[in-house]
């Protein structure tokens, strides 16, 4: 399972790649303590803003993550 983390801040766009929701939360909450935008897309394709982070760390969330995605190419 790969989850992608996407930042912007001050024209500055970053994209990370974490295998676990929980890793994925914890830098996606500092970027946002660093004051950048952020947000977690799982690999459903389902996107998560800070506001919702912790759904993903919920049994719930995690239970979501377990159904197999489709393979898709992104460009930033």
Known sequence: MTFIIESIKDRRRTTDFRSRADVAVDLARKLVADGSAVSITTP??????????????????????????????RST
């Open 44 to 73: 459903s394709g389902d996107v998560y803003s800070a506001d919702r982070f912790d759904l993903l760390l919920t049994r719930e969330g995690l239970n979501a993550q377990d159904q197999p995605a489709a393979a898709a190419s």
